[in-house]
Nanobody, 125 residues
């Protein structure tokens, strides 16, 4: 099933956005989902992950500012982003994968098999 992201937009430095990704429920268990971002000319990087066992992981650069969560009633994965910085401008992608990768690989793109088309986030200074 195609993942669909939404919630991107333009904000000023220090602002907040909440990204959404649906559907987030999966027939497989365990499974994990994650948010990645890619700036122009740069590699895709993992931002945050959520697994069906309830564990989460964050890139050190977003820890304490971003929160990943799942709303099972709405079948949606969220990424709440606070205190955004201009260098965080880019396309944000949602991804889903079967199984439970090791902690070290939770934020690696190769751990996920399904991807959305992305939603653009632009942070101006």
């Amino acid at each position: 099933v195609q993942l669909v992201e939404s919630g991107g937009g333009s904000v000023q430095s220090g602002g907040s956005l909440r990204l959404s990704c649906a559907p987030s429920l999966y027939t497989y268990n365990p499974y994990c989902m994650a948010w990645f971002r890619q700036a122009p000319g740069k590699e895709r990087e993992g931002v945050a992950s959520w697994c069906s066992d309830g564990t989460t992981a964050y890139a050190w650069s977003v820890k304490d500012r971003f929160t990943i969560s799942q709303d099972t009633a709405k079948n949606t994965l969220y990424l709440q982003m606070n205190t955004l910085k201009p260098e965080e401008t880019g396309m944000y992608y949602c991804a889903k994968g079967i199984g439970r990768p090791s902690q070290e690989t939770l934020l690696r793109a190769g751990s996920y098999s399904s991807w959305g088309q992305g939603t653009q986030v632009t942070v101006s200074s």
